[in-house]
């Protein structure tokens, strides 16, 4: 048995570093955006994202493969060890202690283990700290708002925030080569600049929506009457799409995120050819879902 358990150790160790290629080629992929065929989750474009995808690939799937893999063997044993040919007069044996002790012990410290570092990339995800922006996330039945508060350092006016509406793109609007990407696209998207700290507040407006953008790391909820507050420090420039995670409505599949990541300069721009534009108009007159 003990030369069982290490050989299927060893192979889940095995099968954990032959999957790392995929990983790696995913990531090659607009950095985590979904992709025909593709496997895994992608690459990670923020520093939450690698902690996450760091943990999935080196902790999580091991200790499953190996879970599976050890089920399996147990499977085999008792199929053709204790079948009724091999065995005509069963063993009326009820109990047995010190087995008890370890199906019972070796669960809880393999959990033991998964839970250090699974409470550390936590507690990074919930630790905002100082940011250099702050961008208010509001939830709607059935598209996101946007608003930029603190962005003087950027060429912004503090006294006329930056303050859109983001709706889904038509599917007749797009071109042919982003057809694939109905219901990914949108009219207006948010723009964050790249490799600086941004945090987001986010709330809803009717019913509870959730905020999701996994190239990013980036899932919270957006629950009426409450503030939530995140952040991201995207590593990778790109344009990164993510959707509403909550079952928020009949229109629940019509509220899609796009986001861009872009450079200083870049954001500068965009940034000034928004600003003293007015405050978005009632929604309510004009949304419409596909």
Same mark, same amino acid.
């Given at each position: 048995?003990?030369?069982?358990?290490? #050989?299927?150790?060893?192979?889940?160790?095995?099968?954990?570093i032959?999957?790392?290629?995929?990983?790696?080629?995913d990531a090659?992929?607009?950095?985590?955006?979904?992709?025909?065929?593709?496997?895994? &989750? !992608? !690459?990670?474009?923020?520093?939450? #994202?690698?902690?996450?995808?760091?943990?999935?690939?080196?902790?999580? &799937?091991?200790?499953?493969?190996?879970?599976?893999?050890?089920?399996?063997?147990?499977?085999?044993?008792?199929?053709?060890?204790?079948?009724?040919?091999?065995?005509?007069?069963?063993? +009326?044996?009820?109990?047995?202690?010190?087995?008890?002790?370890?199906?019972?012990a070796?669960?809880?410290?393999?959990?033991?283990?998964?839970?250090?570092?699974?409470? +550390?990339?936590?507690?990074?995800?919930?630790?905002? $700290?100082?940011?250099? &922006?702050?961008?208010k996330?509001?939830?709607?039945?059935?598209?996101?708002?946007?608003?930029?508060?603190?962005?003087?350092?950027? !060429?912004?006016?503090?006294?006329?925030?930056? +303050?859109?509406?983001?709706?889904?793109?038509?599917? =007749?609007?797009?071109? *042919?080569?982003?057809?694939?990407?109905?219901?990914?696209?949108?009219?207006?998207?948010?723009?964050?600049?790249v490799?600086?700290?941004?945090?987001m507040?986010?709330?809803?407006? =009717?019913?509870?929506?959730?905020?999701s953008?996994?190239?990013? $790391?980036?899932?919270?909820? #957006?629950?009426?009457?409450?503030?939530?507050?995140?952040?991201?420090?995207?590593?990778?420039?790109?344009?990164?799409?993510?959707f509403?995670?909550?079952?928020?409505?009949?229109?629940?599949?019509?509220?899609?995120?796009?986001?861009?990541?872009?450079? *200083?300069?870049?954001?500068q721009?965009?940034?000034?050819?928004?600003?003293?534009?007015?405050?978005?108009?009632?929604?309510?007159?004009?949304?419409?879902?596909?």
């Amino acid at each position: 048995m003990r030369k069982i358990f290490f #050989a299927l150790l060893s192979l889940a160790g095995l099968l954990g570093i032959i999957a790392q290629p995929a990983m790696a080629q995913d990531a090659g992929n607009q950095w985590g955006n979904a992709s025909p065929w593709q496997m895994n &989750m !992608g !690459g990670a474009a923020s520093q939450v #994202a690698e902690q996450v995808q760091w943990f999935h690939n080196w902790v999580l &799937m091991p200790v499953i493969v190996f879970i599976c893999l050890f089920v399996l063997v147990l499977l085999f044993i008792i199929i053709f060890r204790f079948s009724e040919k091999k065995n005509p007069v069963p063993s +009326k044996i009820a109990h047995n202690t010190p087995l008890e002790i370890v199906w019972t012990a070796v669960p809880l410290l393999i959990l033991g283990l998964m839970f250090i570092p699974s409470i +550390k990339i936590l507690y990074f995800m919930e630790s905002t $700290g100082k940011s250099d &922006m702050t961008v208010k996330i509001t939830g709607h039945q059935w598209y996101w708002s946007y608003e930029y508060a603190d962005v003087k350092d950027y !060429g912004g006016e503090d006294g006329n925030p930056v +303050k859109y509406d983001s709706i889904i793109a038509p599917e =007749d609007s797009l071109p *042919d080569d982003q057809k694939s990407l109905y219901k990914l696209k949108v009219d207006k998207a948010l723009y964050i600049p790249v490799n600086k700290r941004v945090k987001m507040i986010l709330t809803s407006q =009717d019913v509870m929506h959730s905020f999701s953008v996994l190239p990013l $790391g980036l899932k919270m909820d #957006a629950v009426p009457g409450r503030n939530n507050e995140t952040w991201v420090n995207a590593t990778q420039p790109g344009i990164y799409y993510g959707f509403c995670t909550e079952l928020c409505g009949a229109n629940h599949a019509y509220m899609p995120i796009e986001i861009h990541v872009v450079s *200083d300069s870049e954001f500068q721009d965009w940034l000034k050819s928004q600003s003293g534009a007015p405050a978005a108009p009632d929604a309510n007159n004009n949304k419409k879902a596909s």
